[in-house]
């Protein structure tokens, strides 16, 4: 198999980059990404130089760079992670999020189709999330079956496109597979999103921004537990399937904040309570879901699949992680993020 993978500089993309480069040597990986703010070749570092590893700078929008890595690498399947994936700047700026997210998506399944010619042996693997579904009440999970409900452009976008992929599916015969995950944490993950931007503040003793009151709750999973989903459904998922991943793991985000201050001050060495100072209630995200809860039970039961990590030790060990690795801090939060940043919590 030559396998491309968008989005592999990313945060899950580079969890399953690896995975994939480490576990299956008789394959090409071949991660296509066009490195914008959100992606590293850092991400990669200890994969990059590997035999059966190969790396593109393309857009995903672009008829000809798409076309071109195909190609050159003589693809044979696809998994889709590239998009944009930040909430906010989706509130911001939602243009840009229609045009990689959604147009993006249906130029790779055109370069696909027009490159295989018949969508027999191969797959198109659509990475997709649980904020399709909407928000949630005090009560009850999101399922395969739910009806799509997006209410932020970011979500809308990624409905928009898993649309796109069902239609490629039943009107060509698109050979597709779909996953729709719950909020990944871990290593390698950008400090514009909740855990690690509270984990940088900790450490440099600046307030910890949470929207409204703090009570709208997330399902967190471990990246390396989701990228263990989709190698899973990628190899053993039938064509056309739609699968659900999550932690089981639901946190109202003021607790989780509370949860991540309990355990820097340990590892600081610090006064118990004394990050937890830090935390400052500002003015909420517009439209800002409520809870999200996935029922995953569909994964575990036909293909076995079922989180490794504890919440305790992969908290743990992330933020062990981000303390251990500064310069990839620094580095990810240079230049154009610190403007991005002032302005958010300015407004706030
Ligand atoms: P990320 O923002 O960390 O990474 C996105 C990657 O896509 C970056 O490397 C970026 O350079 C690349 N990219 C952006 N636009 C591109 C373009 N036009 N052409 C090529 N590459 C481009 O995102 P992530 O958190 O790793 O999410 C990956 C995927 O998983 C997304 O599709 C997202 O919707 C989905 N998802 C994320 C989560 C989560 O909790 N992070 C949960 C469920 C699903
Ligand atoms: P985020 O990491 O942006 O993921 P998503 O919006 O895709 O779920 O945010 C997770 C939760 O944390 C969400 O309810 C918004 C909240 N949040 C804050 O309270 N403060 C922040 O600074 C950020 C970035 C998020």
Same mark, same amino acid.
């Given at each position: 198999?030559?396998?491309?993978?968008?989005?592999?500089?990313?945060?899950?993309?580079?969890?399953?980059?690896?995975?994939?480069?480490?576990?299956?040597?008789?394959?090409?990986?071949?991660?296509?990404?066009?490195?914008?703010?959100?992606?590293?070749?850092?991400?990669?570092?200890?994969?990059?130089?590997?035999?059966?590893?190969?790396?593109?700078?393309?857009?995903?929008?672009?008829?000809?760079?798409?076309?071109?890595?195909?190609?050159?690498?003589?693809?044979?399947?696809?998994?889709?992670?590239?998009?944009?994936?930040?909430?906010?700047?989706?509130?911001?700026?939602?243009?840009?999020?229609?045009?990689?997210?959604?147009?993006?998506?249906?130029?790779?399944?055109?370069?696909?189709?027009?490159?295989?010619?018949?969508?027999?042996?191969?797959?198109?693997?659509?990475?997709?999330?649980?904020?399709?579904?909407?928000?949630?009440?005090?009560?009850?999970?999101?399922?395969?079956?739910?009806?799509?409900?997006?209410?932020?452009?970011?979500?809308?976008?990624?409905?928009?496109?898993?649309?796109?992929?069902?239609?490629?599916?039943?009107?060509?015969?698109?050979?597709?597979?779909?996953?729709?995950?719950?909020?990944?944490?871990?290593?390698?993950?950008?400090?514009?999103?909740?855990?690690?931007?509270?984990?940088?503040?900790? &450490?440099?003793? %600046? !307030?910890?921004?949470?929207?409204? +009151? #703090?009570?709208?709750?997330?399902?967190?999973?471990?990246? *390396?537990?989701?990228?263990?989903?989709?190698?899973?459904?990628?190899?053993?998922?039938?064509?056309?399937?739609?699968?659900?991943?999550?932690?089981?793991?639901?946190?109202?985000?003021?607790?989780?904040?509370?949860?991540?201050?309990?355990?820097?001050?340990?590892?600081?060495?610090?006064?118990?309570?004394?990050?937890?100072?830090?935390?400052?209630?500002?003015?909420?995200?517009?439209?800002?879901?409520?809870?999200?809860?996935?029922?995953?039970?569909?994964?575990?039961?036909? &293909?076995?699949? %079922? !989180?490794?990590?504890?919440?305790? +030790? #992969?908290?743990?060990?992330?933020?062990?992680?981000?303390? *251990?690795?500064?310069?990839?801090?620094?580095?990810?939060?240079?230049?154009?993020?610190?403007?991005?940043?002032?302005?958010?919590?300015?407004?706030?």
């Amino acid at each position: 198999m030559n396998i491309l993978v968008t989005g592999g500089a990313g945060f899950i993309g580079s969890h399953l980059v690896r995975l994939l480069v480490n576990k299956y040597p008789a394959y090409q990986i071949v991660t296509f990404d066009a490195l914008t703010y959100a992606g590293n070749l850092a991400n990669l570092k200890d994969v990059m130089a590997a035999e059966n590893h190969h790396f593109v700078k393309g857009d995903i929008t672009s008829e000809q760079e798409v076309k071109a890595a195909f190609e050159n690498y003589q693809i044979t399947d696809v998994i889709h992670l590239a998009a944009e994936s930040h909430v906010d700047r989706s509130i911001e700026g939602p243009m840009e999020f229609v045009h990689t997210n959604v147009v993006g998506t249906v130029n790779l399944m055109n370069q696909a189709r027009a490159y295989w010619k018949s969508g027999e042996g191969h797959v198109f693997y659509h990475v997709s999330t649980d904020e399709v579904f909407g928000s949630l009440g005090s009560e009850g999970f999101f399922t395969e079956v739910t009806p799509y409900d997006p209410r932020s452009p970011y979500s809308a976008s990624k409905a928009a496109s898993d649309h796109f992929v069902s239609a490629y599916y039943h009107t060509y015969g698109f050979p597709v597979k779909r996953s729709n995950c719950s909020n990944n944490y871990g290593s390698n993950h950008h400090p514009e999103k909740l855990i690690p931007l509270m984990i940088n503040n900790i &450490l440099n003793k %600046k !307030p910890l921004p949470v929207y409204g +009151e #703090g009570i709208n709750v997330r399902d967190w999973l471990w990246v *390396e537990d989701h990228a263990r989903a989709i190698d899973l459904i990628f190899h053993k998922g039938a064509i056309g399937c739609n699968y659900n991943i999550g932690g089981w793991n639901e946190w109202r985000n003021i607790d989780l904040v509370h949860e991540l201050c309990k355990i820097m001050d340990e590892e600081l060495g610090r006064k118990e309570g004394e990050s937890a100072k830090l935390i400052t209630c500002v003015k909420d995200r517009a439209g800002h879901d409520l809870r999200y809860a996935i029922d995953a039970t569909k994964l575990f039961d036909e &293909l076995g699949w %079922k !989180p490794d990590i504890t919440f305790e +030790e #992969g908290l743990r060990s992330t933020v062990k992680w981000y303390l *251990e690795n500064q310069d990839w801090v620094k580095e990810v939060t240079s230049g154009a993020y610190q403007e991005y940043y002032n302005n958010m919590y300015n407004q706030r």
